[in-house]
């Protein structure tokens, strides 16, 4: 079996393109594979941000043979009446290498069967390699030199070999050949003469060409380099995916800035080093130290001067940021809330003072919902968009709500404020962690629903390729909040009376509120199936989010095909609830008295496993009366009697759930 490599190297690729460029590659090379009937064992994408390389193994030499039955015109326009071909028959036969005795007769239509011969293997490659990796796409692809063609950066060489031989190939307006490219520092005419030794031989060259090879050996390095601090360092899965794409052969140097701007809020010392320079912060004893690492590109040892540059950026970025904190922290944090009216929330919808004032009220109510003094949930609604208007936010405008709990904590609130201003915009996505205080929680829940509320007030709504001002996070997140902290909230009161303080009155209720429970249940879906999800939606599930969730654990689990087979009964001969009381005097068998008795004895003031134990303990009775009593009873008042009887069954089931969605 054969081994194919394709490497295009270019200059520099945008570290964003190279993730989508590795699928894109994957998908494109396999569709051509699989079209073409061609077998293949895998397909390894490799990328660094001077090269993209695919590694196909397991080919055939050559795709086999493969019989077509082709259809022709009708009988009787391609043969004459003498049995002769006609000029439509002589057509087809010409144009298929075919005889007049290669042709037969079906349905009234003339057929052959035709033999396409197969290709090798090189051939294949060499005609579509080209236009399948001509149809990468990303942003801002342009032209480059006189070339018409456009992509992300100019291509600077092609390897394209088939075992040990070469498959020519041209793209865009670069020949390929057999030599790659080493490291910038190392080897630059570096010959490939077998594909199954191209790791190898770029790792002998200082190019890790495998990314997750690369990523785990950043990490290696770095906590190597913390290790000798007795530190650890931080990094995100978005940073040690840029310097994995910005890095051939990744080698950490550590440097070390003034310790005067640990003063500063952690979080924009964090921020300066991994989100806008690459560094990994680094932490000892739980506390940020003025150290950090740089993982560079680099193959030699002399660093004095990378580590130089790197610190006289650092310190320009935190010199900034310490005069926007001392400037902002002049006054206190409750100041800048005034300017908030200058800040626009969303057209039509306000400002952000406008927002922050709705906040209060709506936090105030959640909280009086829930038995809690309110005056530490309205002074964090109060402050927690005080930040936006702050020189800080500005620049580091991710970091809102960190920066305001920071000066929150200088403007002496207490801290129950402090934790809410920073965790009402939990959580960050949808992985991360949710609030912890009860006022970060609440404040938050109010934030979003009054976000998502304004949205679809505003005719905004998300489509497929849109999701204004992030509502399906804002959603989830309300969602995921209510969950791990256990809350009962109605958030269905809330979507109404968040509506009712916008500006713009819009009656959107019912779609927000379907709009939070699709939310919900493809949230959910992961850990429960979409029939138990749905047969316990059949009471409004914002209204108690813990309590569906009960029910739906209970559904999820359940094993009852008696219980199942007399609710969707009841279900089938209910049309709709009967409006009608129960008259015992119209009870005609004893199976009636029985059946209504059981019923009325059944508590809903109890856990939902019990409640499920109750239904199921019915069940006998249920069969009984379904065996014994024909509810369609001649005499009209039996009849209904018997009605209002299963509607107050089907009551009683449809308090756990739909069982007709199970």
């Known amino acids: 079996m054969s081994i194919y490599l394709l490497e295009v190297g270019t200059e520099e690729l945008p570290y964003k393109f190279i993730p989508q460029a590795i699928e894109q590659l994957n998908t494109g090379f396999t569709n051509f594979l699989n079209d073409n009937k061609v077998k ?58 075919l005889t007049k005795d290669d042709l037969y007769v079906e349905d009234n239509y003339v057929y052959a069967k035709i033999v396409v011969k197969g290709k090798p293997i090189a051939q294949l490659l060499q005609e579509n390699v080209p236009s399948i990796f001509m149809k990468l796409q990303g942003s801002h692809f342009m032209r480059w030199g006189y070339n018409d063609e456009k992509f992300s950066r100019p291509i600077k060489w092609i390897v394209s070999v088939l075992d040990k031989e070469e498959v020519k190939i041209k793209i865009i307006d670069k020949e390929s050949s057999i030599y790659t490219r080493g490291h910038r520092f190392a080897q630059q005419k570096v010959i490939i003469g077998d594909p199954k030794d191209y790791v190898e ?50 080698v950490p140097a550590i440097c070390e800035f003034d310790p005067v701007f640990l003063s500063i809020p952690e979080e924009v010392t964090v921020t300066v080093m991994a989100v806008h320079q690459r560094y990994f912060a680094l932490y000892k004893d739980g506390k940020l130290i003025n150290k950090f690492i740089t993982m560079t590109n680099y193959i030699g040892t002399e660093f004095e ?57 709506l936090s105030k109510d959640i909280s009086n919902d829930l038995n809690i003094n309110s005056t530490d949930t309205e002074r964090t609604a109060l402050l927690c968009k005080a930040d936006l208007t702050t020189n800080l936010v500005f620049e580091f405008t991710e970091l809102q709500g960190f920066i305001g709990a920071d000066y929150a904590r200088v403007s002496k609130e207490n801290d129950k404020v402090v934790q809410g201003i920073k965790e009402h915009y939990f959580p960050l996505n949808a992985e991360s962690e949710t609030a ?35 509502v399906r996070r804002a959603a ?8 791990d902290s256990n809350l009962k909230i109605d958030i269905d009161k809330y979507i109404k009376e968040a509506l ?12 927000v509120n379907e709009f939070f429970i ?84 059944i508590k809903e003031n109890t856990d939902y496993k019990t409640y499920l134990s109750q239904l199921e303990n019915l069940n006998p009775v249920v069969t009984k009366f379904f065996d014994d009593v024909l509810v369609m009873d001649k005499d009209e008042n039996v009849k209904k009697n018997r009605l209002a009887l299963l509607t107050l069954l089907r009551k009683k089931y449809e308090f756990l759930a739909d069982f007709s969605k199970v």
């Not at 944090?333 to 927002?355: H, I, N, P, R, W």
């Open 305 to 361: 001067n990378i580590k130089a540059g790197n610190v006289r950026v650092i310190k320009a970025r935190l010199d900034d940021a310490v005069f926007f904190f001392n400037e902002d922290t002049k006054k206190p944090l409750a100041d800048y809330v005034e300017a908030l009216k200058g800040v626009t929330f969303q057209k039509g919808m306000g400002s952000m003072y406008d927002k922050t004032q709705r906040l209060i009220k």
């Open 201 to 250: 031989t770029m790792r002998n060259a200082c190019v890790i060409v495998d990314q997750e090879e690369r990523k785990q050996l950043i990490v290696k390095k770095a906590k190597e380099e913390a290790a000798k601090l007795g530190a650890t360092p931080y990094y995100t899965d978005d940073l040690l995916e840029e310097v994995t794409f910005i890095t051939e052969y990744p």
């Open 436 to 470: 912890k205080g009860i006022e970060g929680q609440i404040v938050g829940i109010a934030d979003k629903i009054d976000t998502v509320c304004a949205v679809f007030a505003a005719g905004k709504k998300p489509t497929g390729s849109s999701d204004p001002l992030g």
């Open 518 to 601: 699709q939310r919900m249940i493809i949230f959910l879906n992961d850990k429960y199936s979409k029939n138990a999800l749905e047969a316990c939606a059949v009471k409004n599930p914002l209204c108690d989010i813990a309590d569906y969730v009960k029910r739906v654990d209970i559904i999820q689990n359940l094993n009852s095909p008696v219980l199942l087979e007399n609710a969707n009964r009841v279900t089938k001969i209910l049309k709709e609830y009967s409006q009608d009381s129960i008259n015992e005097n119209y009870f005609k068998e004893e199976i009636e008295k029985t059946l209504f008795n059981s019923i009325m004895n």
């Open 500 to 511: 009712k303080l916008l500006p713009v009155q819009r009656d959107c209720a019912d779609e």
């Open 40 to 97: 293949f064992s895998d397909i390894k994408v490799y990328a660094t941000p001077r090269r993209l390389a695919v590694l196909i193994y397991g080919l055939e030499s050559q795709t086999a043979d493969e019989e077509k039955i082709v259809k022709g015109p009708i009988k009787n326009v391609a043969f004459d009446d003498n049995g002769n071909l006609t000029k439509a028959g002589e057509g087809f036969a010409r144009k298929n290498n």
């Open 476 to 483: 989830l997140g309300v969602i995921r909040t209510i969950l």
